[in-house]
C-alpha cells in the first residue's frame, strides 16, 4: 500500500522561511515524478514545483526564484523549500508523485502552510 506523508507546515511570517517534507512508502521513488500542488481556500488546485523521474525541474509563475524543490530517492522523499514568505502562499499544501508514462499517482493528505505577520 502506498502512502505521502507531509511534513514541516505551520505559520510563518512574510519574508521568512518554510520546509516541507514528503516521505513516500510503498514505492520505489526512483520511477516517479514527484511534486507539490496547492489549494488556497476557495481557490483550484495549482502546481507549485515538480521533479521529474529524471530530475527535470519545474516552478509555478508565482514561485519561481523563491522556493526550491529537491528529491532523494534512497530516502524516498521530496522537498520543497519555500523562502521569501508572501501572504498569497498561504494555503494547503499536497505532496503528489506519478509514476512515469502512466497514469498512475499518489496523493498526500496535505500540509496547512499559513504565512502571516
Known amino acids: 500500500q502506498v502512502h505521502l506523508v507531509e511534513s514541516g507546515g505551520g505559520w510563518g511570517q512574510p519574508g521568512g522561511s518554510m520546509s516541507l517534507s514528503c516521505v513516500a512508502s510503498g514505492i520505489d521513488t526512483t520511477y516517479y515524478h514527484m511534486n507539490w500542488y496547492r489549494q488556497a481556500p476557495g481557490q483550484e488546485r495549482e502546481h507549485v514545483a515538480g521533479?521529474?523521474?529524471?530530475?527535470?525541474?519545474s516552478y509555478g509563475d508565482s514561485v519561481k526564484g523563491r522556493f526550491i524543490v529537491s528529491r532523494d530517492n534512497a530516502k524516498r522523499t521530496v522537498n520543497l523549500q519555500m523562502n521569501d514568505l508572501k501572504s498569497d502562499d498561504t494555503a494547503v499544501y499536497y505532496c503528489?508523485?506519478?509514476?512515469?508514462?502512466?497514469?498512475?499517482?499518489?496523493w498526500g493528505p496535505g500540509t496547512q502552510v499559513t504565512v502571516s505577520s
Open positions: 503528489n508523485v506519478r509514476r512515469a508514462a502512466t497514469p498512475t499517482e499518489y
Open positions: 521533479i521529474s523521474f529524471n530530475d527535470i525541474i
